[in-house]
């Protein structure tokens, strides 16, 4: 039976429980660990979960939610308080280590239906209670937090449906509960793909991919989840806003585009009609690079999406350190394609690892791949085959996993993002870099993903030894820094 | 020297004047007009301006206004009100005809800076006096109107500059005023293109086609305006509000959205970022199918959309009474190809045209053209070749002129789009028809352009002899009738 704290901040999930063999070799080295530290078992959360505070919604209140949706959906038992607190974003991972809540929601309820989110929303209304919507609760930017305590509406437990597939239209309508596995395997069975893998995934659901405003990581070929909303059904306390799914169209602004990324804030998603494409994997083409550095790597990268030759799915770039800590891990160093990079003049420490996969038409994909290989190849690229980025998209969501296991060993861990135009991107990438570095025993890596015509997302990942007792402040500050650094750049955040 | 109505109503542009000679004996053949009837003159508006409201805003503060913008940029003459009251709907145009103006702006002011705008706002919102933005008055949906008089803020006077060129971001910064021409040629000068190019792209500008939120003709590759917007500066009464040109965010919801397609009323653009792209019409690849009806065509274009092999930029089809106009229109009517394309089993009445133009790198175009003209062919289309497109292509703007020749002869004609799903789209366009063709004396053509996996745009173009006297509720009764069909066929407005 799961009570603990730790229970929360784990999944569950089997890849959470060990770290891969080369991570482990990667912290020995960088961080002068030993097999020892790694049973440190730091904030190891096993507490049972108790809250000091009582929800503070009155009894009778409380019996009015019961009647709109059954006593068996209005939670208040600490530990449905407790795992609705906090998201996955860093700072909270480390609150539950800690067994800290200071603003839990006073009640969960998962509604069974749109009607009872009517009604719940008019007595929290009229009561004047907070109501924050939750789905997969994976969020990184904070968005599922009670800070007013009040109502965490849960959509996953009963709003999870895939409504309606058309395939006339090319589109899926569905609940917001549901899961992106679940609406994923189900188009695929019926020849169609969402096309939408945030790195949450796995545990994150389309109600949150809209009200986070998330990009998957085909998004340079399929577009962002803001490209792939067609309508949308919201209610809010002053009443249902339905948008209908026309392709297109100029009335005013455009209705959906507000609540997409309103984090929950305006009010329930409750149906979403997406863009469905064809599932057609066997026609996938893909490619994968060595690059001499990141100039001329990114160069390529700005000319491909440029170039009028339509775009990959997925496209992405690992810098020199993530470049070399992935042939690490992989056991790829000093191996014999190391050493031929090497003395084909690719240097581990500034050789880039790109990935790229084309989808759709068969032709289609084979042309963009050729094209992309010719100017890969302008920019002095070696071209190392389909199998480094199969392989990576076989792992594609494990990296997220190796957080818990790493902060038991009492290791810091955490993903920042920033989108920047191309001509301010190694400028960018090199001082943010600088600020990361700037602290002891720190590994940074970063990465490009979601790649536009006129820019890229930079993602920078940094791993640390915690300062044990001082984890929050040490973390808040650090992070602060990184913002601060990412804006000071001209990026976005 | 300009000074009756009908300058104001005609942009004075050579093809506005002379209807071709398809389009007279069309006419004459579809409401058994005589050659006399062309030179009816009907409601000509060749009076002299006059205006019977004085302007509302008191001296003083116009004196404030000049102060400002100098006074030589305050223009409050009853010629330049009255230019400033309409846009170019089809009710607009009758109303000048008559000479009625109920609701003129009290002032036009073309201000010379951003300043300047801040400081009118601020004196509007000061004074109470509304004020309504406008770039090239070529508005079908009466965004440019006064209905509260006030100022009329002329941004092509000054604010017509292009900023910057950016190559590596691929990126154009351009005040509102610019002139779509202008920028295009510009641009081309430099490499590169805007990729927009809406119906009024001869007498439109950036601002409007912003605040306006249209889609232009190559919009299936391109994507519509507010695809192509990066970045906004919005002067608004509460302050300026600016994004950046970051090529993507996912802070909360999307400011710029909130902006395009305001029609002004939430605030003065004073910049705009756009994406552009490499201009290389020599890699265009043209493509011309003839369809023996529009279900086969509309299927095929369907396919087209969602089959995965990259988007056409320019994707049109015209319904069996616009293919047979426009074969009469250029003289093909009784032609070899005709009579060869009858005997194929085209049929005349039935048979539909579909242009199709691809642009981008050679073998990206030409890939998928191939792609396409297989599918085409599947659907049963006849390929004729690139010149219907090519020639299409090359008076892609004259359409819109030939409507004052028209109304001079006392024909009503307009046209009204609706974006619509492909599930749905024959429903619509079947009854939508059914209720235009149900006047007397009328010629309906339609056609599909901007084309989405999900849908298409339909436009239904009428012509039909004015009720003479009673020209505006005539037309009045049956625009809201052509709403009300699109309506309750689950189209877009």
Chains 1, 2 share one sequence.
Request: with cysteine; hydrophobic share 35%.
């Amino acid at each position: 039976m799961k009570t603990t704290y730790r229970s929360i901040f784990k999944w569950g999930d089997k890849r959470e429980e060990k770290l891969e063999k080369g991570v482990v070799e990667l912290v020995k080295e960088q961080f002068q660990y030993t097999d020892t530290d790694f049973d440190k078992k730091i904030l190891y959360g096993n507490k049972e979960v108790r809250l000091s505070q009582k929800p503070k919604i009155p009894v009778i209140v409380r019996q009015q939610f019961e009647t709109i949706s059954g006593s068996e959906n209005v939670l208040r038992d600490d530990y449905s308080r407790a795992s609705h607190a906090f998201g996955k974003f860093y700072g909270d991972l480390l609150y539950l280590r800690k067994g800290e809540i200071a603003t839990p929601p006073d009640l969960v309820i998962t509604p069974r239906s749109e009607k009872e989110i009517e009604q719940i929303l008019t007595l929290c209304k009229q009561e004047n209670i907070a109501v924050t919507p939750v789905g997969g609760l994976s969020s990184v930017t904070r968005g599922v937090e009670t800070p007013h305590g009040g109502i965490s509406l849960d959509l996953t437990k009963h709003l999870n449906k895939i409504l309606k597939v058309n395939d006339v239209n090319s589109t899926v309508r569905v609940e917001p509960g549901v899961y992106g596995p679940v609406l994923e395997k189900y188009l695929n069975e019926r020849g169609f793909t969402c096309g939408h893998f945030p790195q949450s995934f796995e545990y994150s659901t389309v109600g949150g991919w809209v009200a986070a405003r998330g990009a998957g990581q085909a998004s340079t070929g399929y577009g962002k989840i803001e490209d792939l909303v067609l309508a949308l059904r919201v209610i809010t306390p002053a009443g249902i806003i339905e948008t209908k799914d026309f392709p297109a169209t100029a009335e005013a602004w455009d209705l959906n585009k507000i609540f997409i990324g309103s984090e929950g804030t305006l009010g329930v998603i409750t149906s979403i009609t997406l863009k469905i494409r064809k599932y057609q994997p066997e026609n996938r083409a893909l490619a994968s690079f060595v690059f001499k550095d990141c100039q001329s790597a990114t160069q390529s990268m700005r000319k491909i999406m440029q170039a009028g030759i339509g775009f990959p799915h997925l496209f992405r770039l690992s810098d020199p350190v993530e470049t070399t800590t992935a042939f690490k891990i992989k056991g790829f160093d000093n191996s014999l394609s190391d050493k031929f990079l090497e003395m084909k003049g690719y240097r581990q420490g500034e050789r880039c690892l790109m990935f790229v996969s084309i989808e759709g038409n068969k032709a289609y994909a084979r042309l963009v791949k050729k094209k992309i290989k010719r100017i890969a190849r302008k920019h002095g690229s070696f071209f190392i085959g389909a199998k480094p980025t199969k392989d990576w998209l076989k792992q594609r969501y494990d990296s997220a996993y190796m957080r818990d296991p790493l902060m038991d060993a009492g290791i810091m861990t955490d993903t920042v993002e920033t989108s920047v135009t191309w001509d301010n991107l190694l400028n960018l990438w090199t001082n943010v870099r600088v600020y990361l570095e700037s602290r002891e025993r720190t590994h940074v890596m970063s990465h490009i993903s979601h790649v536009y015509e006129n820019g890229a997302n930079l993602y920078f990942t940094f791993l640390s030894p915690m300062k044990q007792g001082e984890e929050m402040p040490d973390y808040l500050d650090y992070h602060h820094g990184l913002m601060d650094a990412i804006l000071d750049n001209g990026g976005s955040l």
